[in-house]
């Protein structure tokens, strides 16, 4: 049995741009930070828990607590639903995504397992919000640690516990940012990168071998899932 492990954001749902905005507000209304972009291009884990400890760092000199943390969550989840309701189009799925879920999760010889950034609150709406529900797959999320690679290995033991499979014959990651390449090669696992354009470019540069733009040729999709390689360092 093989493993596919899914990220979220710029993989399954194009939800980049919405994430950006809700949490820079949630962290305006919350704590008063206004600005936050430093912060988010110096964080060396890029999750929801990573860029929240970079920030209370940055701003507060100290790590934040889980009073700081509860009503950050709250209001950034209540931001995504007003944006959900306000125009659905914010959680558009990657074309071709929902079906590639389906049609993944019924082949003999694949499992899936989901590992994101995001809190589980937020991994749950944005696929929700795309058709895809979250609690049929175990998975890692912000919660479980702040570095991508804890996330990605807490996903893989969850499968591995939910599925009862002691050892997969592949586990191949699959995701469309720079963070996701270097997870999937500091951990050694083949990688599949979802971008186009510029995008593209920097994942290849980054050693990703196997890059498709979206879902819309699933055979092709399923072909590199196969012959995927890890990223060349």
């Given at each position: 049995?093989?493993?596919?492990?899914?990220?979220?954001d710029g993989t399954l749902?194009?939800?980049?741009?919405?994430?950006?905005?809700?949490?820079?507000?949630?962290?305006?209304?919350?704590?008063g930070i206004t600005e936050i972009g430093a912060s988010w291009a110096n964080c060396p884990h890029v999750s929801?828990?990573?860029?929240?400890?970079?920030?209370?760092?940055?701003?507060?000199?100290?790590?934040?607590?889980d009073a700081d943390v509860s009503p950050l969550k709250t209001r950034f989840f209540e931001l995504l639903h007003e944006h959900r309701e306000l125009d659905p189009a914010y959680f558009a799925e990657i074309p071709g995504a929902q079906r590639m879920v389906t049609q993944l999760a019924q082949q003999e010889d694949w499992v899936i397992t989901i590992a994101t950034g995001c809190w589980h609150g937020s991994a749950k709406l944005k696929l929700?919000?795309?058709g895809i529900d979250v609690d049929r797959f175990p998975g890692g999320f912000a919660e479980d640690a702040r570095p991508r690679e804890g996330i990605v290995q807490t996903a893989i033991d969850r499968a591995r516990n939910h599925y009862g499979i002691g050892q997969f014959a592949k586990i191949v990651s699959v995701g469309d940012g720079l963070w996701d390449v270097r997870t999937a090669a500091n951990l050694g696992l083949p990688f599949v990168g979802i971008a186009h354009g510029e995008r593209a470019q920097?994942?290849?540069?980054?050693?990703?071998?196997?890059?498709v733009g979206d879902y819309h040729n699933l055979d092709g999709f399923f072909d590199f899932l196969n012959a995927a390689e890890m990223p060349r360092k």
């Amino acid at each position: 049995m093989k493993l596919a492990i899914l990220d979220i954001d710029g993989t399954l749902t194009n939800t980049s741009h919405v994430d950006t905005i809700c949490f820079t507000r949630a962290v305006a209304e919350t704590h008063g930070i206004t600005e936050i972009g430093a912060s988010w291009a110096n964080c060396p884990h890029v999750s929801d828990s990573g860029v929240t400890h970079q920030i209370f760092l940055d701003h507060f000199n100290r790590e934040p607590t889980d009073a700081d943390v509860s009503p950050l969550k709250t209001r950034f989840f209540e931001l995504l639903h007003e944006h959900r309701e306000l125009d659905p189009a914010y959680f558009a799925e990657i074309p071709g995504a929902q079906r590639m879920v389906t049609q993944l999760a019924q082949q003999e010889d694949w499992v899936i397992t989901i590992a994101t950034g995001c809190w589980h609150g937020s991994a749950k709406l944005k696929l929700a919000a795309a058709g895809i529900d979250v609690d049929r797959f175990p998975g890692g999320f912000a919660e479980d640690a702040r570095p991508r690679e804890g996330i990605v290995q807490t996903a893989i033991d969850r499968a591995r516990n939910h599925y009862g499979i002691g050892q997969f014959a592949k586990i191949v990651s699959v995701g469309d940012g720079l963070w996701d390449v270097r997870t999937a090669a500091n951990l050694g696992l083949p990688f599949v990168g979802i971008a186009h354009g510029e995008r593209a470019q920097t994942l290849r540069a980054a050693g990703a071998r196997h890059i498709v733009g979206d879902y819309h040729n699933l055979d092709g999709f399923f072909d590199f899932l196969n012959a995927a390689e890890m990223p060349r360092k």
